[in-house]
């Protein structure tokens, strides 16, 4: 999920541009999604493949948590994921690829408190649930055949889950209700300094086999 569905603490998701932090697949596995989504016209936020370690609760437009934020990453060594078989969110608001790492949620919860946002989302803490979204609820789109689909497709990673290292956290905004989630900037992990790297300097979201 982009962003996620869920909410708390009286959070209601802006109407404008909004931003989120991500890891990304490596190319081969993000080709592999991006075919299961053109074979059934899936349409939505979730274009380009991403795990989302730090949802837009507390991302605001003025960007002031990039510095902090990127402070964090600079220091949080390289992220070891885990890939598995598809699924469905219990309240059925996406289908996704299992992910697995305790890393990644270490990440997040290093995020979450140097920023401190006000409100997040019922989701955000301890009890992240990581996933790589196939699809996103919407109307027209009906997901227990996708489900079924996503579990033959991907019956691989649920008999043996996919594993590699990211050494980059990934900043991705969309520009509206409507849009998909872009890479826009890579911050790499492990820097040890508030220098990071554009898209034209590092891959985004590089990942290498485990």
Do not use: C
Not at 72 to 81: C, E, I, L, N, S
Not at 83 to 101: D, H, I, P, T
Not at 129 to 150: I, Y
């Amino acid at each position: 999920m982009s962003g996620g569905t869920g909410r708390a603490g009286g959070y209601t998701p802006g109407v404008g541009p909004s931003s989120l932090l991500a890891l990304l697949p490596p190319p081969d596995l993000t080709a592999r999604i991006q075919e299961f989504r053109a074979a059934h016209a899936l349409r939505d936020a979730a274009a380009v493949p991403h795990i989302t370690v730090k949802p837009r609760s507390g991302l605001d437009p003025d960007r002031d948590w990039q510095a902090p934020l990127r402070a964090v990453v600079a220091v949080r060594p390289p992220v070891r994921v885990s890939v598995g078989g598809a699924r469905l969110f219990g309240n059925g608001s996406a289908v996704y690829l299992e992910v697995r790492s305790a890393e990644a949620v270490r990440l997040h919860l290093a995020l979450l408190n140097a920023l401190r946002p006000a409100r997040v989302f019922g989701y955000e803490g301890p009890g992240l649930q990581l996933h790589l979204s196939l699809a996103l609820a919407q109307r027209g789109v009906e997901l227990p055949p996708l489900l079924a689909a996503a579990r033959r497709e991907f019956a691989d990673l649920a008999a043996q889950p996919r594993s590699f290292v990211v050494t980059a956290v990934t900043v991705m905004r969309k520009s509206g209700p409507g849009g998909v989630y872009l890479p826009v900037e890579d911050w790499p992990l492990g820097a040890g300094s508030l220098e990071a790297g554009s898209l034209g300097g590092q891959p985004p979201g590089h990942s290498t086999p485990e």
